[in-house]
């Protein structure tokens, strides 16, 4: 399944600096039901984000209006726990396009990767720099350039490098997943494959 390709993105962020944040917390077991990756956004951290009565919690940051954006900036550790791909899903359909963390599971990040959701892993010290940044300024905005594979504050210049996967990457500015990839170079593998002996 393909999905938007990735370039630079400029968004004010949303700031949720809670370490060790868990599949569980992002997606909770119950709602996994479904095998699309569509409809997850309405339940992500659903027990954080409402009381057993369905009203909203005024004190969580996605029901407060104050912030907004396409970012996510979680606490370290972000994504830990289960390997569930649903958890990846629901911050893509809730709408975020990127999730910064001074660091984040390796399972979670992958499955980010596949979907389209940049993960962006900074130096603790450029996490802090972040938050303090949108507690002044909730309208603060970062740029995430992949090709760059740079993190800027805005309104600084404040930037720091990020590493990821030479093939992900390449995947995430052409909008590919794994499958795309393949379709993408069927003739080269069909040449290839011709040349092996039967």
Not at 77 to 83: K, L
Not at 90 to 107: C, E, K, L, M, W
Not at 121 to 148: D, G, W
Not at 168 to 196: C, H, P, W
Request: aromatic share 12%; charged share 25%.
């Amino acid at each position: 399944m393909a999905y938007d390709k990735f370039n630079i993105l400029t968004s004010s962020a949303v700031p949720l600096p809670i370490e060790n944040v868990d599949t569980d917390q992002i997606i909770p077991a119950r709602f996994l039901k479904a095998t699309e990756r569509v409809g997850f956004g309405d339940n992500l951290f659903r027990d954080w984000r409402y009381n057993s009565d369905e009203s909203p919690k005024k004190d969580f940051v996605l029901n407060d209006s104050t912030y907004s954006g396409k970012i996510l900036v979680g606490g370290k550790n972000f994504g830990s726990g289960s390997s569930r791909e649903h958890a990846a899903w629901a911050v893509y359909d809730y709408g975020f396009r990127a999730v910064v963390s001074s660091f984040f599971a390796d399972i979670f990040k992958g499955n980010c990767l596949n979907i389209g959701v940049l993960p962006v892993q900074v130096s603790p010290e450029f996490a802090e720099t972040i938050f303090k940044a949108i507690e002044e300024n909730p309208n603060t905005e970062l740029e995430l350039n992949l090709p760059n594979q740079t993190i800027t504050l805005v309104a600084t210049g404040q930037q720091e490098s990020f590493a990821i996967n030479g093939y992900k990457k390449n995947n995430m500015l052409n909008g590919f997943d794994d499958i795309d990839y393949l379709q993408n170079i069927k003739e080269d593998i069909e040449v290839f494959a011709s040349t092996r002996p039967f």
